[in-house]
């Protein structure tokens, strides 16, 4: 067993454990710690705990000091000086005429690194950039490239539901989030009302999904056949997920039909698998496409150079074997015309032997009595 405190550097951002030594701290001071970018000044949101040394990376960094008032007031200081290094950074980006939107800038405790976070559609030669902020700050620079989620994450906003978004308030990290998801809790497949800030489809998708699965999961589907309580024999008409009711049509009397709603745990029924019955457009389904492509692309790996060069090579595998056929039918027709264009030539083909010479004889003799024959 080890003992560990759990540090937060920026609001909702992930926590990371550190060493507290014989220091007894609790939730909601500041500590001073060091950290793989230098000396940082975090919050703590896990005081002094013990747990099992194969739960934490080691070896893990101890904490130098609870934050005094001069560490507070010199963090207070860099969070001015990162302003005006905002400021100085656009301008210089606008300089260099590069396109990229600069998202924050960061000082670290020490002053030993300023970094910027910023966003582009595809790779950015900032080299120049970066020789331009070095010699007007004086220390080391260090752009970072982040993905749109990380940019709502950052600048924060307010959500369709009207609230703070859910990433800048307390989402530690992004959870995965499929089509899958909006389709299992009945909502309307319409990109724009299940995207949220960022584009992306919305984090809270992922909140209720195991319950509605669960619900899901105890009720039958629309136009099972089901068996009420009264003994009537029926056909699903519609479903309440969060109610847990089920409105059947039911036959009475006289082929008469009625629509009556019942609790699930009152009807017999024959689990089967579910089937989306879904009626989506066209312009919403390509919308639909594009997002799950954007979700797959931004949890994918990119491709590793050989993997490029296999389909690569499969992909001009065929080219060169129809190359290799193009170019023997036109030899082939090339030795055709010349056959034509010399007919007293003999040109050897490949497989045909030299004649022997007890052939070359007779072929000879043959031709001295045709010869003779002539003359009598």
Do not use: W
């Amino acid at each position: 067993m080890i003992q560990v405190i759990g540090v937060r550097f920026r609001r909702a951002g992930k926590v990371y454990y550190f060493s507290p030594g014989d220091l007894e701290i609790e939730a909601g001071q500041n500590v001073i710690v060091e950290t793989a970018r230098g000396v940082e000044f975090g919050n703590v949101v896990l005081g002094n705990k013990t747990v099992e040394e194969e739960k934490v990376v080691q070896p893990l960094k101890p904490v130098i000091r609870i934050a005094t008032d001069a560490d507070e007031e010199q963090e207070q200081k860099n969070r001015e000086k990162e302003k005006e290094a905002f400021k100085i950074c656009q301008e210089k980006i606008a300089k260099h005429q590069l396109e990229m939107k600069l998202i924050d800038a960061e000082y670290t405790f020490d002053n030993n690194k300023v970094l910027f976070y910023f966003t582009a559609d595809g790779r950015i030669d900032f080299r120049e950039l970066v020789k331009d902020l070095a010699s007007v700050f004086r220390t080391r620079i260090e752009l970072r490239q982040i993905g749109v989620r990380d940019e709502t994450k950052i600048l924060g906003g307010i959500g369709i539901c009207g609230r703070v978004l859910c990433c800048n308030s307390y989402l530690s990290d992004f959870a995965p989030v499929s089509i899958r998801m909006a389709k299992e809790q009945n909502l309307s497949l319409n990109p724009s009302k299940i995207s949220g800030a960022c584009g992306r489809l919305m984090c809270c998708l992922k909140n209720e999904q195991e319950t509605y699965e669960y619900l899901n999961s105890r009720l039958p589907a629309v136009g099972d056949g089901v068996i009420t309580s009264d003994g009537l024999r029926g056909e699903v008409h519609s479903v309440s997920v969060l109610r847990q009711m089920v409105k059947v049509v039911v036959n009475v009397e006289k082929d008469d039909k009625e629509i009556r709603e019942y609790k699930v745990d009152e009807l017999k029924f024959r689990p089967r698998r579910r089937k989306d019955k879904l009626q989506v457009e066209d312009a919403e389904l390509e919308q639909l496409e594009e997002l799950e492509q954007l979700e797959a692309e931004s949890s994918a790996p990119a491709p590793r150079r050989e993997d490029t060069k296999k389909e690569y090579s499969r992909k001009e595998a065929p080219r060169r074997e129809n190359g290799k056929r193009e170019n023997g039918r036109r030899e082939n027709f090339r030795k055709e015309n010349n056959r034509k264009e010399h007919p007293k030539k003999d040109f050897p083909r490949k497989g045909d032997r030299e004649p022997r010479r007890e052939d070359r004889q007779k072929e000879q003799g043959n031709d001295a009595r045709t010869e003779r024959t002539r003359k009598d």
